[in-house]
């Protein structure tokens, strides 16, 4: 099943693109990771998973028609070639909308995530992209059918629809429409994540390659969509009973079971840099000497940290550099 089959009953693809339109969407950070696809063209997990999104840092993207006969791409102030494999995404999404050769648009995306902080902006890019796309096809889709046009652009994408903390219910149905984000209502005032860098150069492979990597090669993989449920339900009865400890212990556990599964694969999928382990281990060694402070990774050297308000003091002590987003506001 393709891509416009799935989405038939929703958009009859246009001629007409009605206005020029700009959105923003959050960058979000997984505490249960997705990792590993049942379909690769539709992008439906392996396993459900669970995020925070990081407020104002993400994506803005602006979408304008233009009078000509491909699109154009600019990302952070820079004009993309039509060969590169982000305008190629981005062009390959907006021809789900739209009549073969009808219409053409400008697609300006800015983040405004720090750039080197080692965050993925595909999630909040394809996010800001649909609800773009909504507002100038006049789709009015809702949210949770916007997030499954986000996941078909990238999957975490279909999490950065919404803020606060997202689900990502994997769904059962093979055209994936059940398999969308969904807001889990509660807030956490005081819950900040912490954005440790340690390269910020792009990666080796990035994560779509690496999970199908993974899939393909690893024998340990089997044990994974088993270890997500579980972290999934403890992760929700840590957001529900606000248990800082629950949620940093199952997050940073869920992360590094993934990239046990990473490593288990061949040829060997290491993401970290010996300064990522170097942080691992002082945050290690803080935790025992009294701080409540975790870490969750994604398939990068760079480390999130999570702890609550009472501990940013002595943490940008140890990490001076560290940038600090705090999703539901500073809780004083
Ligand atoms: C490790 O959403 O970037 O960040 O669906 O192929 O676009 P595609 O992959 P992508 O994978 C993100 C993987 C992760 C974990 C997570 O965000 O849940």
């Not at 809702?142 to 997030?147: I, K, V």
């Not at 005081?190 to 990035?206: E, N, P, R, T, Y």
């Not at 088993?226 to 800082?244: G, M, Y």
């Amino acid at each position: 099943m393709d891509k416009s089959a799935v989405l038939a009953d929703w958009i009859s693809p246009s001629t007409n693109p009605v206005t020029s339109i700009e959105h923003f969407a959050p960058s979000n950070i997984a505490l249960c990771k997705y990792w590993g696809k049942r379909n690769k063209q539709l992008n439906l997990p392996m396993n459900a998973s669970l995020s925070v999104s990081l407020g104002h840092l993400g994506t803005h993207t602006r979408i304008v028609p233009i009078d000509y006969c491909a699109d154009e791409v600019w990302l952070n102030g820079e004009q993309l070639l039509p060969s590169a494999p982000f305008c190629q995404r981005v062009s390959s999404f907006l021809d789900l909308f739209r009549q073969p050769g009808s219409c053409y648009f400008r697609v300006t995306t800015r983040n405004s995530i720090p750039t080197a902080a080692g965050l993925a902006s595909s999630a909040s890019g394809f996010a800001a992209l649909s609800k773009a796309v909504n507002d100038s096809f006049e789709l009015n889709l809702t949210d949770e059918q916007l997030s499954v046009i986000a996941r078909l652009g990238s999957g975490s994408a279909c999490r950065s629809i919404f803020n606060g903390f997202v689900e990502w219910q994997m769904g059962q149905r093979a055209d994936g429409l059940d398999s969308h984000g969904v807001s889990v209502e509660q807030c956490w005032p005081g819950l900040c994540v912490g954005l440790v860098k340690v390269d910020a150069s792009a990666k080796s492979i990035d994560s779509r390659s690496g999970m199908q990597r993974t899939v393909d090669t690893a024998h340990l993989y089997q044990s994974w969509p088993i270890q997500a449920a579980h972290d999934l339900v403890k992760l929700k009865q840590a957001i529900a009973e606000q248990d800082f400890t629950l949620l940093g212990q199952t997050a940073e556990h869920n992360a590094l079971s993934m990239h046990a599964t990473m490593i288990a694969s061949w040829p060997p999928l290491v993401y970290w840099q010996p300064e990522s382990l170097a942080t691992m281990q002082r945050i290690w060694k803080l935790r025992q000497e009294g701080l409540n402070c975790y870490f969750t990774m994604d398939a990068g050297p760079n480390l999130k940290l999570l702890f609550l308000n009472d501990e940013l003091e002595a943490l940008m002590r140890y990490f001076p550099e560290m940038e600090v987003i705090q999703p539901f506001g500073n809780g004083r």
